[in-house]
């Protein structure tokens, strides 16, 4: 099934509808695809990710979320159920001074049963592992730790889109990996589709599929590996390869018989290969 | 000026049902021209460490000295101190409060240099804004809530260069921006670095960075200095970081595999000269292959 299908979409901020932040975007996501969307800031990425869940609605054209178009205002809140999103800085997103009643805030909304939520306070703190901190209190938490309370949160509601919107921005590397290890697990196990909008190039190496965004426009749509051998493309968007591939290049550029490398294992293992013959 | 830290401790909420230990003697010297990096996981106590530098957090116990600036004695001129040792932290741009970009960035130049006359004033925010890149016509009456994210984090840091700060602290200073963003920012601060700013501190989580860019580093865990040195230095310590739960840059992660497999590669950790060695290392056994034949 399609999850996410943009149809000419175009989006302006401004009144007059000069300058399009989103500008004639045709997208199609089906079901279960990990996303990442990749562009320099301002490329109108997170215009993107707030068309899908109807915190913005399309100037022209139309966007739809499991077969229901945004632009239908009884569909919202249907959609948003569907389609959770997660932000950048974790101290925006908590809203109880308890793990379990911050979690529980979306249930509660959706007007589950008591049980219900409780059930599902474990399900979303055990998919993201943090079940030892059910009674603790957010501010006292690691970024990383906060990060996989708000997934835990969106989880709660069990969408079955979640965006994450330069969610890992704020991290230290181990908090990063902590979160790219829930959605990766999600995207596995539960078969959640994942849009993941990043800087990091070396996360987009984990999805599935990689979208490159550029002055409102899809300019770029395919395989991560396909997306950054494309490095000459890439650079007209200003954006550049993961570090790993950055060295491969050099050294190919050099005169190395190396295949691709995106990133040090692959890397350390065309050297090893290449040293060894040599 | 001379950064000497010694038996630096700090304790948060000392007399509270939780009182948190950030410093545990730490012992540290950062000399003057030096662009140093301050690596270590949330919690280690890095961001405590460089508040101390500008007497944002006063000293508790230990002794610390910038330059001529005993932070241990009260009558230290601590005003004259935070104009010499500039702050930029975390996410700066959220710190933007005035209704335009010059009103901002003249900010600290009124508190700190009173007596300055109207036009050295604003020559000096003309300066600081051209310094990072921005063009003072264009930019200096609009709102700076109006830039781009880029934009506004520039405005920023403009607004803490203009009193051209001897030493300049940038917490995580390329967080949140873009590649090129992130490549543009460091070679703003590279400009900088030896004329009136002669010593700049970045903390950061990103290993390549540093390993790029710093000329000494330190590693802060637990509340102390775990390792310090050329980053070349503190990233051959590989298992030593990885158990502090740190990363190390892709240099050293490729370099560690082929130590592995039994290929030594010694490289300074940078880029340019992992490329180097390795053409090296290839040209050396081919050309010995071709010797043997």
Request: net charge negative; hydrophobic share 40%.
């Amino acid at each position: 099934m399609e999850a996410v299908r943009f149809e000419n979409v175009k989006y302006s901020y401004r009144e007059d509808g000069k300058e399009y932040a989103v500008n004639g975007v045709t997208l199609s996501i089906e079901e279960g695809q990990f996303v990442a969307v990749l562009g320099r800031n301002g490329s109108g990425k997170s215009t993107l990710a707030k068309l899908i869940n109807a915190l913005l609605i399309p100037s022209a054209g139309s966007v739809k979320v499991l077969g229901m178009d945004t632009s239908d205002s009884k569909k919202t809140f249907e959609i948003r159920k569907n389609a959770g999103m997660v932000f950048q800085n974790p101290d925006n997103q908590t809203v109880a001074s308890i793990v379990e009643d911050d979690v529980a805030f979306g249930p509660e909304n959706i007007g589950l049963a008591r049980e219900e939520i409780g059930k599902r306070i474990d399900f979303a703190l055990n998919a993201v592992g943090m079940q030892a901190f059910r009674t603790a209190t957010p501010s006292r938490l690691s970024g990383g730790q906060k990060q996989r309370i708000a997934i835990a949160g969106v989880l709660a509601i069990k969408p079955r889109i979640m965006i994450l919107d330069e969610s890992t921005a704020m991290l230290d590397p181990k908090g990063r990996r902590e979160v790219m290890d829930v959605i990766k697990k999600l995207n596995r196990e539960e078969k959640m589709t994942v849009i993941l909008i990043t800087h990091f190039m070396e996360e987009a190496l984990e999805a599935d599929r990689a979208i490159v965004m550029h002055r409102g426009e899809v300019v770029m749509d395919a395989a991560p590996e396909e997306i950054f051998s494309r490095s000459d493309e890439l650079e007209m968007y200003n954006l550049t390869l993961p570090r790993a591939a950055a060295i491969c290049k050099r050294l190919q550029n050099a005169g190395l018989p190396i295949k691709n490398a995106f990133n040090a294992e692959e890397l350390a293992e065309e050297l090893c290969e290449l040293l060894q013959k040599a | 000026m001379r950064i000497v830290a010694k038996g630096l401790t700090y304790v948060y909420n000392p007399k509270s049902p939780f009182p948190a230990k950030a410093l545990k003697g730490v012992d540290l010297t950062i000399e003057e021209g030096e662009f140093f990096g301050i690596i270590g996981h949330t919690g280690s106590g890095k961001s405590t460490f460089v508040q101390h530098l500008n007497a944002l957090l006063k000293l508790s116990d230990g002794y610390l000295k910038i330059g001529e600036y005993d932070l241990a004695d009260k009558k230290c001129n601590f005003l004259e101190l935070r104009s010499k040792v500039g702050m930029v932290f975390q996410y700066p741009e959220y710190q933007l409060f005035a209704e335009t970009v010059e009103k901002d960035v003249e900010f600290g130049l009124k508190n700190f240099k009173k007596d300055l006359k109207d036009e050295e004033r604003a020559a000096a925010v003309k300066e600081a804004l051209q310094t990072v890149g921005l063009d003072y016509r264009a930019v200096k009456d609009k709102s700076p809530f109006e830039l781009s994210g880029g934009q506004k984090r520039r405005v920023a840091i403009a607004g803490v260069i203009v009193t051209k700060p001897e030493v300049l602290i940038l917490d995580e200073p390329a967080a949140g921006l873009d590649p090129l963003g992130k490549k543009e920012l460091m070679e703003l601060l590279h400009s900088i670095h030896g004329g009136w700013c002669k010593t700049i501190i970045i903390v950061s989580h990103d290993m390549d960075e540093i390993a790029e860019n710093c000329t000494n580093a330190a590693v802060f865990s637990d509340g102390k200095v775990a390792l310090q040195g050329k980053p070349s230095e503190i990233f051959s310590h590989t298992e030593e970081l990885l158990s502090l739960g740190l990363d190390l840059p892709v240099t050293a992660k490729c370099a560690k595999l082929l130590k592995e497999r039994g290929i030594v590669l010694k490289t300074d950790c940078i880029c340019e000269d992992f490329v180097e060695k390795v053409l090296a290392l290839y040209n050396a056994e081919k050309g010995g292959d071709a010797d043997a034949q």
